[in-house]
């Protein structure tokens, strides 16, 4: 997929803009991973998006059911 040379013009006119330079700063110093705490990944956090999601979304949890691998290859 390619772009078009005003579409290149553009990207370029904002990649020198200060002010657009400035407000990318600010938008990187604020960004959030809801899923990191101290430094490491939360799975606990994890867990808890995944079933609100899927409880928003009104998604149906499945019946657990064992499997037993009978061929396992690596």
């Not at 020198?16 to 600010?26: W, Y």
Request: net charge positive; proline share 3%.
């Amino acid at each position: 997929m390619s772009i078009s040379e005003c579409a290149k013009n553009e990207l370029l006119q904002c990649s020198l803009s200060s002010s657009f330079m400035n407000d990318m700063r600010k938008v990187s110093l604020n960004t959030h991973n809801p899923f990191w705490n101290k430094g490491k990944v939360s799975t606990d956090a994890y867990i808890e998006f995944v079933c609100q999601f899927n409880e928003f979304i009104n998604h149906a949890r499945k019946p657990f059911t064992r499997f037993v691998e009978k061929d396992m290859k690596l």
